[in-house]
């Protein structure tokens, strides 16, 4: 049928928009994707400590960045399933290409479990804070970040702490006023960590092979005019770096041509994305990722095995329009990347209510690789 070879070309993807809603509706209970805030995790139990989300470069406690509810139906025990990304704070942690400062973890239940209701949550019941504080409680969260707290406040023993860190940014932010308190619930932590919360909505990609090929010649001068200032500047970094005027013919023609290579990567993934220039990820199981360079794709060899021995696989990859949300803009020194490919399991194993840790492979813009290179 000819509907089955349209199906063929047209797209798998899932796209990712964020979208402001009601903090309550992005607690465990919900099952939500999200972005910044507090994780809400999917297991109760086990629940990451700060050496496990601890930053490979710097040692300090990673921040959540975003997760995604992914439920597998063809396995029980994916009934409901979520994987969940944390990223450094601290951006000199951030090299370029480099994945030391992040961390994923993914955690799946079956329907009957202990945490969840076997039926779906009643969506119009808000929750309190002071649910939420409890809930936090009972399950030794970190007041800071939500992770995993191993230490409470020795003098009020009200709160907890993922570290020692946290508790010093807490202690600073209030809590030295507020420990102690004859109440019982004391304000939420007002520390400046965490990246401010969205909710995370996905529809299908609509796209088709093909799409999009032939619009080049309608694009705005202005968009032209930036491409070719690119270009030139990579020109004149090229020639500087192999040695000025004394440029050989065939370097020259080496590097016009990794140029062009180059530019039809980016035009591949400017023509994808600008269609749904807000998309802030692509969902897509077993796919391949839209890479936004030539340079730094990894091989096979590159994305380790599961600790099960089976292989990984593209989840989903984070786009470079979620920066735009993160309030991460610093001037100069910010966190920054053109694309985080996060691989899973394949077989997404099963690992009782322990949280799972899987890949991230991040890839950088190619014009700033050769500004940054040595
Ligand atoms: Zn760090
Ligand atoms: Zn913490
Ligand atoms: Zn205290
Ligand atoms: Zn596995």
């Known amino acids: 049928m000819a509907e089955g070879a349209r199906e ?21 209970r919900f099952f939500p994707s999200k972005v910044g805030g507090k994780p809400a995790w999917l297991a109760l139990k086990s629940v990451p400590t700060a050496c496990e989300l601890d930053c490979g470069v710097c040692g300090k406690p990673t921040v959540f960045l975003l997760q995604v509810y992914s439920p597998r139906t063809d396995q029980t025990t994916c009934f409901h399933r979520t994987v969940f990304v944390f990223c450094c704070r601290n951006p000199p942690c951030h090299a370029r290409n480099s994945a030391t400062p992040f961390r994923v973890y993914r955690s799946q239940l079956p329907r009957q479990n202990d945490f969840y209701d076997f039926e779906p949550p009643d969506e119009d019941t808000p929750s309190s804070e002071a649910e939420v504080l409890q809930a936090e409680k009972e399950y030794n969260l970190c007041c800071v970040c939500g992770c995993g707290g191993a230490k409470a406040c020795s003098r009020c023993h009200q709160v907890r702490y993922c570290s020692k860190e946290h508790q010093v940014l807490d202690w600073r932010a209030g809590h030295k006023a507020a420990c102690g308190a004859e109440d019982g619930i ?15 909505v996905t529809e299908p990609e609509e796209w088709e092979e093909g799409e999009g090929d032939g619009e080049d010649a309608g694009e705005d001068k202005e968009e032209k005019l930036r491409e070719y200032e690119d270009y030139m500047r990579q020109l004149r970094h090229n020639q500087d770096r192999a040695g000025g005027s004394d440029l050989q013919e065939k370097d020259l023609e080496a590097a016009a ?25 692509r969902y897509d199981l077993g796919g ?30 984070v786009m470079p329009q979620l920066l735009n949300y993160l309030q991460v803009d610093s001037l100069k020194d910010s966190i920054d990347w053109g694309t985080l490919a996060v691989y899973t399991c394949v077989n997404s194993c099963e690992q009782g209510t322990a949280y799972h840790p899987e890949f991230l492979w991040k890839q950088d813009y190619s014009e700033t690789a050769l500004t940054g290179a040595p």
Not at 11 to 23: A, C, I, K
Not at 267 to 275: A, G, L, N, T, Y
Not at 303 to 313: H, K, L, N, Y
């Open 288 to 317: 391949a990722p839209l890479w936004v360079s030539r340079q730094h794709i990894p091989t096979a060899e590159d994305i380790p095995d599961c600790t099960c021995g089976a292989p990984r696989q593209l989840e989903f990859q």
């Open 257 to 281: 041509r990794q140029e062009t290579e180059e530019d039809q990567q980016f035009s591949v993934f400017r023509r994808r994305v600008r269609k749904e220039p807000e998309q802030v990820l």
């Open 8 to 28: 063929e070309k047209a797209s798998s993807v899932d796209l990712g928009f964020v979208e402001e809603t009601d903090s309550w509706r992005l607690l465990s």
């Open 186 to 200: 004391l304000p939420m932590a007002r520390v400046q960590l965490l990246f401010p919360e969205f909710d995370l």
